[in-house]
C-alpha cells in the first residue's frame, strides 16, 4: 500500500514476505491496523469512532485494530 503525506514517514518499506512473495512473515498488519492508521492520522479516534449501518451502531476497525506506529514521522 502506498500512502504519502499527512504525518507518514517517507521512503520505507514495513514488513517483509516469503520468497515466493506470497505471504508475509514479518510485521503483519491487517486490514483494520491500516484503518486505524489512517483515521488516526486524520485527527480520529478509532475506538470512538461510530456510524449506523442498518440501524444499528457500528465501529469502523470493528473492535480491532491498532495504529501503526512505525509508518508515522
Known amino acids: 500500500m502506498w500512502m504519502a503525506g499527512g ?5 520505507q518499506t514495513i514488513g517483509s514476505t ?7 512473515v514479518e510485521d ?3 486490514v483494520h491496523d ?3 492508521t ?8 478509532h ?5 449506523s449501518h442498518q440501524g444499528r451502531p457500528e465501529r ?7 495504529v501503526c506506529t512505525k509508518i508515522l514521522a
Do not use: F, K, M, P
Open 7 to 11: 504525518g507518514v514517514r517517507g521512503g
Open 18 to 24: 516469503d520468497e515466493i512473495g506470497l505471504h508475509a
Open 28 to 30: 503483519r498488519l491487517h
Open 34 to 36: 491500516i484503518h486505524a
Open 38 to 45: 489512517i483515521l488516526h492520522l486524520i485527527g480520529l479516534n
Open 47 to 51: 475506538s470512538d469512532l461510530v456510524y
Open 60 to 66: 469502523a476497525t470493528q473492535n480491532e485494530g491498532r
